[in-house]
């Protein structure tokens, strides 16, 4: 069975280690690839420099809005522009409480839309549920398979 690998895009260090801290506390132990701003996101994803022999494609991309050099929506914009990556799950976790940031999202083709809760607990349980769901419930679509007609 293939690796399922997690792409967390976030600019925020502190985030970055409260989600691994919530992965280990639920035991998730799928190897959690960061990039920490969307342009660093689009190189993993698109396979540029120092990216170009990517090992395999993610089973989940956990993506925060407000990023650096390119912002999430416009990374999720280009993740389903791309064939290569237009099918990927994409959940967009962020701390934005804009009605337009969640109909965008959506709108680009966002799979799921949480915002992150500001208690340690609701946060831990958030991210539980989020990789039960993405990692072992969701079936992914055969990337490497897939032929365009």
């Given at each position: ?14 985030d970055v280690e409260l989600i691994r801290l919530a992965f280990e506390r639920n035991r998730i132990s799928n ?42 929506l416009e990374v999720l914009r280009r993740i389903r522009a791309n064939e290569r990556t237009k099918l990927l ?61």
């Amino acid at each position: 069975m293939e690796e399922r690998i997690i792409f967390l895009v976030e600019d925020n260090p502190d985030d970055v280690e409260l989600i691994r801290l919530a992965f280990e506390r639920n035991r998730i132990s799928n190897e959690v690839v960061v990039a920490s701003d969307g342009v660093e996101a689009q190189d993993y994803l698109f396979a540029v420099g120092a990216n170009s022999k990517l090992r395999a494609m993610p089973a989940v991309i956990i993506l925060d809005l407000k990023l650096p050099k390119v912002d999430g929506l416009e990374v999720l914009r280009r993740i389903r522009a791309n064939e290569r990556t237009k099918l990927l799950p994409v959940v967009i976790l962020t701390s934005s409480i804009e009605e337009q940031d969640l109909v965008t999202s959506y709108k680009l083709g966002a799979n799921s839309y949480i915002r992150k809760p500001v208690d340690f607990n609701q946060f831990v349980e958030a991210v539980r549920e989020l990789g039960i769901y993405w990692l072992l419930l969701n079936e992914p679509p055969p990337l490497g398979k897939m032929k365009i007609e």
